[in-house]
């Protein structure tokens, strides 16, 4: 693999670069307004986009938002240019192919091109549409970590159209994700939480193999507190199969939450695991992990050498059920293992807290992180070998 450090102005003077990037953030209504939550996936483009212009190449920057079929206003770039045009100035933005063929014309420096996945062939992984985008360039740089487990077009098969190498922020995850999965130091511990369990599944099956202890929150510990028995109240969750919950438990490595924060109709209400059957309603939902379980999972965070976490133990939005994941984010920030956080909602927490800077490794990767972590050979990474 070619990696864009390894590119000096020589390699780069007048050439016409096309840039993939995970532009894929998330928006929250503030007064009205859709806003960006956390520009971290935009900011961490910005290193290989300063390298490129600095070594006077021309950029076109493909990316995606959303999951479109066909054009869909409410998913177009227009808000990611404007965040991007903050920093440079010179920002064109393309809404079609006839738009990106005139500004590449024109010799413009820097074009964002319009949500990809508005255009048929992308998600296909299509060569026609491949061809068509490699038209427009003469090298392929693949720096958007976060949709290589995705066979796009934009990502897979214009690999096989033009010269194609890694950009920074690609590299700086596999170097740091690499890490993890190919030398770790022990003890090893995992923080996994987030709403869906089938996504995580497979990371945390591979990971009983690799790490010492699993800390399991949020949605995802719910079909496992149900398989021991437990009550879980109008709490909604993936349900997974038996025989894999069953491996979970073998493996002795899971810890689940002893104790949680309720949703009632009385508030925020603590209570152990092992008294949710004695609630005779059941009119409640589980959204966070309680002050037992806070404190057994900081003991084993202290007490590691290399951290991954990935999802959110609890409903953090909300105030009254943020307590959870803000005490195992702080306790993984002070932590002297080697840590990495990763996934769309756990980065926004530990930016809003200010905590990012204490990590390792802050990785732009959601499923991408999970996938990789899995063992799995990403499409988009297996192209630029
Ligand atoms: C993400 O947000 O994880 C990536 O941008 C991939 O997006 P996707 O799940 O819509 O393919």
Redesign the pocket.
């Known amino acids: 693999m070619k990696f864009l450090r390894e590119y000096t102005k020589e390699g780069l003077d007048g050439k016409q670069v096309l840039l993939r990037v ?3 953030v998330a928006f929250l209504e503030q007064e009205g307004k859709k806003v960006i939550s956390d520009d971290y ?1 935009i900011t961490s483009s910005f290193e290989s986009i300063d390298y490129l212009l600095a070594n006077k190449a021309k950029i076109i920057i493909l990316a ?1 938002f ?2 479109p079929m066909g054009i869909d206003p409410a998913l177009t770039l227009e808000q990611i240019y404007t965040r991007l045009k903050e920093k440079y100035h010179d920002l064109e933005f393309a809404r079609s192919f006839e738009e990106l063929g005139e500004k590449f014309k024109e010799n413009k420096p820097l074009i964002l091109f319009e949500n990809i ?1 508005f255009f048929e062939g992308e998600k296909e992984n299509s060569d026609d549409f491949a061809k068509k985008l490699a038209s427009f360039g003469s090298l392929y740089i693949n720096d ?1 970590f ?2 290589s ?2 066979a ?1 077009a934009s990502v897979v098969a214009i690999t096989k159209c033009l010269t194609s190498i890694a950009g920074i922020q690609m590299e700086k995850e596999l170097v740091n994700l690499g890490k993890v999965l190919n030398n770790v130091t022990h003890p090893f511990v995992c923080v996994v939480g987030g709403a869906k369990i089938g996504t995580k599944v497979l990371l945390i099956n591979n990971l009983l193999s690799r790490a010492d202890t699993i800390l399991v929150g949020s949605g995802i510990a719910c079909p496992l507190l149900r398989a021991q028995g437990h009550a879980t109240g109008k709490t909604i969750f993936e349900a997974i199969d038996e025989n894999e919950i069953k491996l979970l438990f073998e493996s002795h490595k899971i810890l689940l939450p002893q104790d949680l924060v309720l949703k009632t109709d009385k508030g925020p209400t603590p209570i152990k695991a092992t008294d949710l059957n004695t609630i005779s309603n059941q009119e409640y939902v589980i959204l966070d992990v309680g002050e037992e379980t806070i404190r057994e999972y900081t003991k084993y965070i202290e007490g590691a050498k290399t951290i991954v976490w990935n999802g959110p133990l609890g409903l953090f939005e909300d105030p009254n059920f943020k307590r959870g994941s803000e005490m195992i984010a702080r306790a993984i920030a002070t932590s002297h293992a080697f840590k990495i956080v990763g996934g ?1 909602e756990t980065v926004s927490l530990v930016h809003d807290l200010g905590l990012a800077e204490k990590f390792d490794f802050v990785s732009t ?4 992180m999970i996938s990789y972590l899995s063992g799995g050979k990403l499409p988009g990474i297996e192209a630029l070998k």
Not at 365 to 368: D, I, L, M, P, R
Request: aromatic content about 6%; cysteine-free; hydrophobic content about 15%.
């Open positions: 995970d532009y894929n996936r995606h959303g999951d996945r958007a976060g949709v487990h995705r796009n769309g990767g959601g499923g991408a």
